[in-house]
């Protein structure tokens, strides 16, 4: 978060710089300026940088990576610790960024619940995983019989228009969610394990369905059969032949 501090604060801003003040419950970190990108998009919008210079040092001290995904490894971790969601609030000319060290569910207002809810379906939706009720009992250390608390919350972050169902007709306790910005989730599929063989599956039935497409599949199948092949030429390991004459 200080790293982000220093290379997106407003140098020409005539305020007090990077101030950073550590309560006994949380730590706020204060810069000068406004951000570069609007706060719904600081976990997917992209290398953006006010700083060029000071980027470039910090990059080669290796205290950033350079690919834009700082706020994505803050939220990851906060996660991972079953912390609050980071507090973002803009004014004029700065902006404050809240840490929480501790605060139960039931001390967050309905912003502060929705705000937590929006981050964790982002970065599910970045990490191609689908943001469904286990997956947040598990980001906010809930038991499985918290289920309805956490349907309601995600229908409450669906009511402020933050996130959006992926599969509208299932039940809420297999429902899955998307960011409210993404594309149409029906072309837009969310990728779990089974997204390919699922495509595949697809393929298949409207290849039936329409000879003059079957070639793009058997090629795809051919495909498959030289891996096959490849991956016991490489187990028989004394038997050499080139793959061609397969």
């Not at 309805?148 to 599969?167: C, H, I, M, N, Y």
């Not at 429902?175 to 409210?180: H, N, T």
Request: charged fraction near 30%; proline fraction near 4%.
């Amino acid at each position: 978060m200080l790293c982000n501090a220093f290379a997106h604060q407003d140098l020409s801003s005539e305020g007090d710089g990077i101030l950073v003040e550590i309560y006994k419950n949380r730590v706020e970190i204060t810069n000068s300026g406004k951000p570069v990108l609007d706060q719904l998009h600081f976990l997917d919008g992209g290398p953006v940088t006010k700083n060029e210079k000071i980027f470039t040092e910090m990059k080669n001290l290796g205290l950033v990576d350079g690919q834009g995904h700082g706020w994505r490894k803050i939220v990851k971790e906060l996660e991972s610790r079953s912390l609050p969601a980071p507090g973002i609030k803009v004014r004029k000319n700065s902006i404050t960024v809240t840490l929480w060290f501790e605060k139960p569910l039931k001390l967050l207002s309905l912003d502060q619940r929705n705000w937590t809810v929006y981050l964790h379906t982002v970065l599910r939706y970045l990490l191609n995983e689908p943001a469904n009720n286990a997956s947040l009992r598990q980001r906010l250390n809930l038991p499985e019989s918290k289920s309805s608390t956490v349907s309601k919350l995600f229908r409450q972050t669906a009511e402020g228009d933050l996130v959006k169902p992926f599969d509208k007709h299932s039940s809420n306790k297999t429902k899955r969610y998307v960011p409210v910005w993404c594309q149409d989730s029906s072309q837009s599929p969310v990728k779990t394990k089974d997204y390919e063989k699922l495509k595949l599956e697809k393929e298949k039935t409207k290849n039936s369905q329409n000879p003059s497409s079957n070639k793009a599949f058997i090629d795809q199948e051919d495909e498959q059969l030289i891996q096959k092949a490849r991956q016991r030429l490489k187990e028989q390991g004394s038997i050499r032949v080139r793959i061609e004459d397969l």
